[in-house]
Protein backbone atom coordinates (compact mmCIF):
# COMPACT_ATOMS: atom_id res chain seq x y z
CA UNK A 1 0.00 0.00 0.00
CA UNK A 2 1.54 3.91 -1.07
CA UNK A 3 0.98 6.67 0.82
CA UNK A 4 -1.44 7.86 -1.76
CA UNK A 5 -3.60 4.65 -0.55
CA UNK A 6 -3.15 5.41 2.96
CA UNK A 7 -4.09 9.13 2.84
CA UNK A 8 -7.26 8.19 0.69
CA UNK A 9 -8.09 5.70 3.83
CA UNK A 10 -7.31 8.27 6.13
CA UNK A 11 -9.87 10.57 4.32
CA UNK A 12 -12.52 8.16 3.97
CA UNK A 13 -12.60 6.50 7.11
CA UNK A 14 -12.65 10.40 8.72
CA UNK A 15 -15.91 10.55 6.47
CA UNK A 16 -17.11 8.37 8.21
CA UNK A 17 -17.07 5.16 5.23
CA UNK A 18 -16.95 1.96 6.40
CA UNK A 19 -14.82 0.58 3.59
CA UNK A 20 -14.58 -2.88 5.34
CA UNK A 21 -18.15 -3.68 3.92
CA UNK A 22 -16.53 -3.07 0.34
CA UNK A 23 -14.08 -5.79 0.58
CA UNK A 24 -15.61 -8.01 2.70
CA UNK A 25 -16.10 -11.47 0.82
CA UNK A 26 -19.67 -12.21 2.37
CA UNK A 27 -21.08 -9.01 0.79
CA UNK A 28 -19.75 -10.10 -2.78
CA UNK A 29 -22.70 -9.70 -4.94
CA UNK A 30 -23.21 -10.85 -8.86
CA UNK A 31 -24.84 -7.36 -10.42
CA UNK A 32 -28.18 -8.49 -12.60
CA UNK A 33 -29.06 -5.17 -14.69
CA UNK A 34 -32.35 -5.12 -16.01
CA UNK A 35 -30.87 -4.88 -19.65
CA UNK A 36 -28.34 -6.63 -21.51
CA UNK A 37 -24.70 -4.94 -20.57
CA UNK A 38 -24.12 -4.56 -24.48
CA UNK A 39 -26.56 -4.60 -27.19
CA UNK A 40 -30.07 -5.64 -26.91
CA UNK A 41 -32.81 -8.18 -27.11
CA UNK A 42 -35.80 -8.09 -30.10
CA UNK A 43 -38.44 -9.46 -31.24
CA UNK A 44 -38.26 -10.75 -34.61
CA UNK A 45 -40.17 -13.08 -36.90
CA UNK A 46 -39.23 -16.00 -37.92
CA UNK A 47 -40.04 -18.18 -40.77
CA UNK A 48 -39.28 -21.93 -40.55
CA UNK A 49 -41.38 -24.94 -42.36
CA UNK A 50 -44.09 -22.68 -43.48
CA UNK A 51 -44.87 -21.36 -40.20
CA UNK A 52 -43.98 -17.45 -38.96
CA UNK A 53 -42.71 -17.56 -35.22
CA UNK A 54 -41.71 -14.43 -32.90
CA UNK A 55 -38.36 -15.03 -31.74
CA UNK A 56 -36.04 -12.88 -28.85
CA UNK A 57 -32.83 -12.30 -30.53
CA UNK A 58 -29.95 -10.92 -29.37
CA UNK A 59 -29.34 -7.69 -31.97
CA UNK A 60 -25.13 -6.49 -31.39
CA UNK A 61 -24.17 -2.96 -31.24
CA UNK A 62 -24.14 -1.80 -34.73
CA UNK A 63 -20.91 -1.17 -36.73
CA UNK A 64 -20.01 1.79 -38.74
CA UNK A 65 -21.36 0.65 -42.96
CA UNK A 66 -18.69 0.28 -45.29
CA UNK A 67 -17.28 2.87 -46.90
CA UNK A 68 -17.89 5.54 -44.11
CA UNK A 69 -14.68 6.90 -42.58
CA UNK A 70 -13.16 4.51 -40.13
CA UNK A 71 -10.32 6.07 -37.48
CA UNK A 72 -6.80 5.99 -38.90
CA UNK A 73 -4.60 2.86 -37.47
CA UNK A 74 -3.26 3.01 -34.45
CA UNK A 75 0.44 4.20 -34.18
CA UNK A 76 2.54 5.18 -30.98
CA UNK A 77 1.11 8.51 -29.87
CA UNK A 78 -2.16 8.06 -30.40
CA UNK A 79 -4.84 5.50 -29.31
CA UNK A 80 -7.91 4.07 -31.74
CA UNK A 81 -10.87 2.33 -30.38
CA UNK A 82 -14.43 1.75 -30.98
CA UNK A 83 -16.75 1.66 -28.09
CA UNK A 84 -20.34 0.50 -27.32
CA UNK A 85 -23.04 2.89 -26.76
CA UNK A 86 -25.77 1.23 -24.49
CA UNK A 87 -28.43 4.21 -25.51
CA UNK A 88 -28.01 4.27 -29.34
CA UNK A 89 -26.55 0.76 -29.45
CA UNK A 90 -24.04 1.43 -31.73
CA UNK A 91 -19.71 1.82 -32.20
CA UNK A 92 -18.58 4.72 -31.48
CA UNK A 93 -15.03 5.09 -32.64
CA UNK A 94 -12.50 7.62 -32.27
CA UNK A 95 -8.94 8.44 -33.21
CA UNK A 96 -7.70 9.59 -30.31
CA UNK A 97 -7.79 9.89 -26.16
CA UNK A 98 -8.86 13.25 -26.81
CA UNK A 99 -12.15 12.16 -28.57
CA UNK A 100 -12.33 9.00 -26.68
CA UNK A 101 -12.95 11.37 -23.53
CA UNK A 102 -15.36 13.11 -25.69
CA UNK A 103 -17.20 10.34 -26.60
CA UNK A 104 -17.80 9.14 -22.98
CA UNK A 105 -19.27 12.93 -22.16
CA UNK A 106 -22.09 12.78 -24.48
CA UNK A 107 -22.54 9.15 -23.84
CA UNK A 108 -23.20 9.86 -20.06
CA UNK A 109 -26.07 12.94 -20.82
CA UNK A 110 -29.07 11.61 -20.94
CA UNK A 111 -30.10 14.27 -23.23
CA UNK A 112 -28.31 12.68 -26.33
CA UNK A 113 -30.41 10.93 -28.57
CA UNK A 114 -27.68 10.33 -30.85
CA UNK A 115 -23.81 10.30 -31.60
CA UNK A 116 -22.24 9.84 -35.14
CA UNK A 117 -18.54 10.02 -35.01
CA UNK A 118 -16.22 10.99 -37.85
CA UNK A 119 -19.09 12.95 -39.91
CA UNK A 120 -18.51 14.74 -43.24
CA UNK A 121 -15.58 16.52 -44.77
CA UNK A 122 -16.94 20.13 -45.53
CA UNK A 123 -14.54 22.57 -47.64
CA UNK A 124 -14.05 25.95 -47.07
CA UNK A 125 -12.46 29.24 -48.30
CA UNK A 126 -9.19 30.68 -46.08
CA UNK A 127 -8.61 34.23 -45.80
CA UNK A 128 -6.26 34.12 -48.35
CA UNK A 129 -8.80 32.09 -51.01
CA UNK A 130 -7.06 28.83 -51.17
CA UNK A 131 -9.73 25.42 -50.67
CA UNK A 132 -9.74 23.19 -47.82
CA UNK A 133 -11.28 20.53 -46.06
CA UNK A 134 -12.12 19.44 -42.61
CA UNK A 135 -13.99 16.67 -40.90
CA UNK A 136 -16.22 17.52 -37.99
CA UNK A 137 -15.28 14.71 -35.08
CA UNK A 138 -18.73 14.42 -34.04
CA UNK A 139 -22.37 14.80 -34.76
CA UNK A 140 -24.66 15.26 -31.66
CA UNK A 141 -28.44 14.98 -31.70
CA UNK A 142 -30.09 15.92 -28.64
CA UNK A 143 -33.68 14.80 -27.41
CA UNK A 144 -34.96 18.25 -28.07
CA UNK A 145 -34.21 18.27 -32.20
CA UNK A 146 -30.85 20.28 -31.28
CA UNK A 147 -28.03 19.48 -33.54
CA UNK A 148 -24.56 20.25 -32.89
CA UNK A 149 -21.61 19.35 -34.50
CA UNK A 150 -18.05 19.22 -32.36
CA UNK A 151 -14.62 19.93 -33.09
CA UNK A 152 -12.22 18.07 -30.81
CA UNK A 153 -8.55 19.78 -29.94
CA UNK A 154 -6.17 19.93 -27.76
CA UNK A 155 -6.42 23.48 -25.59
CA UNK A 156 -3.00 24.13 -26.50
CA UNK A 157 -3.03 23.58 -29.96
CA UNK A 158 -6.25 25.24 -31.19
CA UNK A 159 -5.02 28.91 -32.13
CA UNK A 160 -1.88 26.66 -33.43
CA UNK A 161 -4.38 25.10 -35.84
CA UNK A 162 -6.55 28.09 -36.28
CA UNK A 163 -9.74 25.89 -35.44
CA UNK A 164 -11.35 28.77 -34.37
CA UNK A 165 -11.22 30.30 -37.61
CA UNK A 166 -12.18 26.70 -39.80
CA UNK A 167 -15.22 26.97 -37.36
CA UNK A 168 -16.40 30.20 -38.30
CA UNK A 169 -15.84 29.35 -41.76
CA UNK A 170 -17.65 26.01 -42.05
CA UNK A 171 -20.49 26.75 -40.01
CA UNK A 172 -22.60 28.15 -42.73
CA UNK A 173 -22.28 24.97 -44.81
CA UNK A 174 -23.62 22.95 -41.89
CA UNK A 175 -27.17 24.66 -42.42
CA UNK A 176 -29.88 21.20 -41.81
CA UNK A 177 -27.27 18.99 -40.48
CA UNK A 178 -26.34 21.34 -37.36
CA UNK A 179 -27.56 23.98 -35.16
CA UNK A 180 -24.08 25.19 -34.70
CA UNK A 181 -20.71 23.75 -34.41
CA UNK A 182 -18.91 24.10 -30.81
CA UNK A 183 -15.01 23.36 -30.05
CA UNK A 184 -14.20 21.05 -26.64
CA UNK A 185 -10.66 20.97 -25.54
CA UNK A 186 -9.36 19.42 -22.64
CA UNK A 187 -10.08 22.28 -20.33
CA UNK A 188 -13.50 20.59 -20.41
CA UNK A 189 -12.83 16.86 -21.32
CA UNK A 190 -10.55 16.47 -18.13
CA UNK A 191 -9.30 12.89 -16.74
CA UNK A 192 -11.70 13.53 -13.80
CA UNK A 193 -14.84 14.39 -15.45
CA UNK A 194 -13.68 11.17 -18.03
CA UNK A 195 -13.58 8.92 -14.94
CA UNK A 196 -17.01 10.15 -13.46
CA UNK A 197 -18.61 9.68 -17.11
CA UNK A 198 -16.87 6.16 -17.92
CA UNK A 199 -18.69 5.33 -14.69
CA UNK A 200 -21.97 6.23 -15.33
CA UNK A 201 -21.44 4.54 -18.61
CA UNK A 202 -20.55 1.48 -16.53
CA UNK A 203 -23.48 1.77 -13.94
CA UNK A 204 -26.23 1.86 -17.19
CA UNK A 205 -25.10 -1.55 -18.23
CA UNK A 206 -26.15 -3.22 -15.02
CA UNK A 207 -29.15 -0.64 -14.29
CA UNK A 208 -31.88 -2.15 -12.06
CA UNK A 209 -34.88 0.38 -11.92
CA UNK A 210 -36.07 -1.52 -8.82
CA UNK A 211 -32.41 -0.39 -7.47
CA UNK A 212 -33.40 3.09 -8.40
CA UNK A 213 -36.54 3.52 -6.61
CA UNK A 214 -35.33 2.83 -3.61
CA UNK A 215 -32.85 5.16 -3.72
CA UNK A 216 -34.99 7.49 -4.97
CA UNK A 217 -37.40 7.08 -1.56
CA UNK A 218 -34.10 7.33 0.40
CA UNK A 219 -33.11 10.95 -0.92
CA UNK A 220 -36.92 12.05 -1.10
CA UNK A 221 -36.35 13.98 2.61
CA UNK A 222 -32.99 14.64 2.16
CA UNK A 223 -32.26 18.32 1.99
CA UNK A 224 -29.08 19.99 1.52
CA UNK A 225 -25.54 17.96 0.21
CA UNK A 226 -24.85 14.95 1.34
CA UNK A 227 -22.05 11.98 1.22
CA UNK A 228 -22.88 9.55 -1.86
CA UNK A 229 -21.57 7.04 -0.33
CA UNK A 230 -23.37 6.53 2.75
CA UNK A 231 -26.43 6.60 0.56
CA UNK A 232 -24.72 3.84 -1.28
CA UNK A 233 -24.56 1.49 1.97
CA UNK A 234 -28.31 2.09 2.71
CA UNK A 235 -29.07 -0.49 0.10
CA UNK A 236 -28.54 -4.06 0.57
CA UNK A 237 -24.96 -4.64 -0.90
CA UNK A 238 -23.09 -1.26 -1.26
CA UNK A 239 -22.20 -2.16 -4.92
CA UNK A 240 -26.23 -1.92 -5.85
CA UNK A 241 -26.00 1.27 -4.10
CA UNK A 242 -23.04 2.77 -5.71
CA UNK A 243 -24.59 1.79 -8.90
CA UNK A 244 -28.10 3.29 -8.31
CA UNK A 245 -26.08 6.34 -7.57
CA UNK A 246 -24.39 6.43 -10.57
CA UNK A 247 -27.61 5.84 -12.63
CA UNK A 248 -29.20 8.79 -10.87
CA UNK A 249 -26.71 10.96 -11.23
CA UNK A 250 -27.43 10.01 -15.10
CA UNK A 251 -30.90 10.57 -14.21
CA UNK A 252 -30.34 14.45 -13.08
CA UNK A 253 -32.31 13.65 -9.75
CA UNK A 254 -28.60 13.73 -8.15
CA UNK A 255 -26.23 16.53 -8.97
CA UNK A 256 -22.52 16.56 -7.91
CA UNK A 257 -21.75 19.44 -5.98
CA UNK A 258 -18.03 19.13 -7.58
CA UNK A 259 -18.84 17.73 -10.81
CA UNK A 260 -15.23 18.88 -12.19
CA UNK A 261 -13.95 16.48 -9.46
CA UNK A 262 -14.46 12.40 -9.55
CA UNK A 263 -16.89 11.16 -7.16
CA UNK A 264 -14.56 9.55 -4.84
CA UNK A 265 -12.35 12.24 -4.19
CA UNK A 266 -15.57 14.49 -3.90
CA UNK A 267 -18.63 12.51 -3.01
CA UNK A 268 -20.99 15.26 -1.86
CA UNK A 269 -24.07 15.68 -3.73
CA UNK A 270 -27.64 17.18 -3.81
CA UNK A 271 -31.21 16.24 -4.79
CA UNK A 272 -32.63 18.34 -8.28
CA UNK A 273 -36.46 18.41 -6.38
CA UNK A 274 -37.70 19.31 -10.09
CA UNK A 275 -35.92 15.65 -11.44
CA UNK A 276 -37.74 14.03 -8.86
CA UNK A 277 -41.14 14.75 -10.44
CA UNK A 278 -42.52 12.36 -13.30
CA UNK A 279 -40.41 12.35 -16.60
CA UNK A 280 -42.05 14.37 -19.07
CA UNK A 281 -42.03 13.69 -23.09
CA UNK A 282 -38.79 15.22 -24.95
CA UNK A 283 -40.07 18.57 -26.24
CA UNK A 284 -40.20 19.43 -29.61
CA UNK A 285 -37.73 21.17 -31.95
CA UNK A 286 -39.78 24.59 -31.77
CA UNK A 287 -41.05 24.57 -28.58
CA UNK A 288 -37.36 24.13 -27.03
CA UNK A 289 -35.87 26.24 -29.01
CA UNK A 290 -38.32 28.76 -27.65
CA UNK A 291 -38.20 27.25 -24.66
CA UNK A 292 -34.35 27.67 -24.11
CA UNK A 293 -33.48 30.11 -26.50
CA UNK A 294 -32.39 27.82 -29.39
CA UNK A 295 -29.33 27.19 -30.31
CA UNK A 296 -28.12 28.90 -26.87
CA UNK A 297 -29.68 25.25 -24.60
CA UNK A 298 -26.30 24.08 -24.13
CA UNK A 299 -24.12 26.67 -23.38
CA UNK A 300 -23.48 25.50 -20.03
CA UNK A 301 -20.50 23.40 -20.87
CA UNK A 302 -17.46 25.46 -19.50
CA UNK A 303 -15.37 25.44 -22.95
CA UNK A 304 -17.65 25.49 -25.68
CA UNK A 305 -15.50 28.68 -26.25
CA UNK A 306 -18.31 29.71 -29.19
CA UNK A 307 -19.24 32.84 -26.96
CA UNK A 308 -15.65 33.70 -27.03
CA UNK A 309 -15.00 33.23 -30.65
CA UNK A 310 -17.86 35.31 -31.22
CA UNK A 311 -16.46 38.04 -28.90
CA UNK A 312 -13.18 37.88 -30.11
CA UNK A 313 -14.53 38.95 -34.18
CA UNK A 314 -16.51 41.23 -32.43
CA UNK A 315 -13.61 43.00 -30.65
CA UNK A 316 -11.29 42.71 -33.92
CA UNK A 317 -13.78 43.95 -35.93
CA UNK A 318 -13.97 47.35 -33.60
CA UNK A 319 -10.41 47.27 -33.87
CA UNK A 320 -10.10 47.44 -37.30
CA UNK A 321 -12.96 50.04 -37.66
CA UNK A 322 -11.28 52.02 -35.36
CA UNK A 323 -8.09 51.79 -37.42
CA UNK A 324 -10.03 52.63 -40.64
CA UNK A 325 -11.51 56.14 -38.93
CA UNK A 326 -8.16 57.35 -37.49
Partial sequence: MDVRKVLRFKKDMGQGLGWQAFYDPQLNVELMGDQVPSGRFEIVKVSNAGRTEEVETWVPPVLKAPGTHMPPKRNVFNVRAFIPDIGTNTQIGNSSFLELKC??????????????DQHSTYEYMDKS???????IDFLIGFDCGVNLAVAVKAEDRVEATGLDEIAKCVRPQLRGVADDIIILTDALLTDDRAWNNQSIIRA???RSEADCETLRTIIRDI????NAYEIALRLPSVAEGEIAVWCLLYDGVLKMVHPDRKLCDAPFVFVDRAALKPRQPAPTRSSAQNACGGQRAYQSYASL????LRTREAARTA???ATVAI
Fill in 319 to 321: ERS
Fill in 103 to 116: AMHFMANRRVASIV
Fill in 305 to 308: RLEA
Fill in 204 to 206: RKV
Fill in 223 to 226: HGSF
Fill in 129 to 135: GELHTHR
